[in-house]
């Protein structure tokens, strides 16, 4: 990696799908849609993906997201570097907090180089920096990992809990074909006190679990397509005070964009088809949901991002 690979505005990843269920992508960035009256963020995004012919910028991406009335992101890592990425790029971004995290498809890897052990020890350091905020995405995923993964899955995942407990931070669950394990696993070990089940998956009987728990549901752009109709249910009974909102970008597109890159400008869409299915005024479930996303990180005001010294000011360029 050459010297300039390393500053944090590199891209760490490459999206190199350009296929969505069998079919080839467009892969150009949608036009912005129409600006929320009432801002919201994106609770669980990766900007350190780039995807696209003409990929974006993160900063690209904020300014984006900020001129639809999309105020700040949670950048989410899913390994030791896209961690690392998200806690330096969070710490001097004010539209950026950072969420850090083993992914559990990441976890069987690591234990099979005899890894796991001291990169759980890394996540539990990078935990500690400023404007990390949220341990994530972990969890179980019984999709993409098979039996012979499961134990360092367990391991993990419990070792990302007792550090969001530990710190104070918020858990943010990727749960993939594993409901009745993520939660018997949260039972057992005890969950951090803002759960939040990242991209949510299940259904009515699901969220009325989360429910009973004060865990919350995020939803992404999944909830717009037609064959989600198990999502719209689950967000039925969802109390609104435990709804958050996401895109998981550059995946999961919203409809009527469904396998173009996503992105966070892109939100508006899916939130508008939550507000549209429970019958409510897009300004006031957006109202909601930003005080509920505050409750869960913390302000993205809070312990603001120190100027670098060595960095080059406004001033200086011009
Ligand atoms: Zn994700």
């Not at 019984?142 to 134990?151: H, P, S, V, W």
Request: glycine share 6%; net charge negative; aromatic share 6%.
């Amino acid at each position: 990696m050459s010297e300039q690979d390393s500053s944090p505005s590199a891209y760490v990843r490459q999206r190199n799908t350009t296929e969505v269920n069998g079919t080839s992508r467009d892969l150009t960035y949608p036009p912005l849609p129409e600006g929320l009256t009432v801002p919201v963020y994106d609770n669980h995004t990766h900007l350190e993906i780039a995807d696209g012919v003409e990929p974006l910028t993160y900063l690209e991406h904020l300014d984006r997201a900020s001129s639809v009335g999309v105020r700040g992101v949670v950048q989410v890592g899913g390994d030791l570097e896209t961690s690392r990425w998200s806690a330096e790029v969070a710490a001097n971004e004010p539209r950026m907090l950072a969420a850090v995290a083993i992914h559990p498809n990441e976890a069987p890897r690591y234990a099979a180089a005899g890894a796991l052990q001291s990169a759980l020890e890394e996540i539990a350091e990078l935990a500690t920096r400023p404007r990390v905020r949220a341990i994530g995405e972990t969890g179980l995923d019984f999709f993409r990992t098979g039996e012979d993964g499961r134990a360092a899955q367990y391991e993990s995942f419990e070792a990302h809990i007792e550090i969001a407990k530990r710190n104070g931070l918020a858990l943010q669950i990727h749960d993939r074909d594993a409901h009745d394990e993520v939660v018997r696993t949260l039972k057992r070990v005890g969950a951090p006190e803002h759960t939040v089940f990242h991209c949510f998956s299940g259904d009515e009987v699901l969220a009325r679990i989360c429910a009973d728990n004060g865990w919350y549901a995020s939803f992404s752009g999944n909830i717009t397509f037609k064959n989600a109709e198990r999502l719209r249910e689950a967000l039925d009974v969802m109390p609104r005070a435990l709804l958050l909102v996401e895109t998981d970008a550059p995946f999961l597109t919203p409809d009527p964009l469904r396998g173009r890159p996503n992105a966070p400008y892109l939100i508006p869409y899916t939130l508008r088809a939550m507000a549209a299915r429970l019958g409510a005024d897009v300004s006031m479930l957006a109202a909601q949901i930003s005080s509920n996303t505050e409750l869960v990180y913390g302000s993205w005001g809070d312990d603001p991002p120190v100027p670098d010294a060595d960095a080059p000011r406004p001033s200086a360029l011009a």
